[in-house]
């Protein structure tokens, strides 16, 4: 799904989304045409970063903890 499509259905704006791929933390596919193509693995990642940032921890942190919370291995990005 496109980043509109996807801001919608995740409540995530579509400035913070572009930002989190800024930041490393999101790497969407992309299509042939350049756009964006957003699917449900992206959408357990952003519930995820936003989880964690509601929790009070800074994107620095949160692109630490994310390999951990997204596999089984308590494997840390330093």
């Known amino acids: ?3 509109g499509e996807f801001s919608h259905r ?3 704006s579509v400035r913070m989304l572009r930002y989190y791929e800024q ?3 999101l790497q969407p596919n992309r299509r042939e045409s350049g756009y964006r ?3 449900e693995a992206e959408e357990q ?3 995820r970063i936003r989880m964690l940032s509601t929790a009070g921890l800074k994107l620095d942190t949160i692109k630490q903890l994310l390999p951990c919370v997204l596999s089984d291995r ?3 990005r330093l």
């Open 74 to 76: 308590p494997d840390f």
């Open 45 to 47: 990642l952003v519930r």
């Open 10 to 12: 995740s409540g995530i």
């Open 23 to 25: 930041e490393g933390l």
């Open 1 to 3: 799904m496109k980043i």
């Open 37 to 39: 193509d957003y699917g």
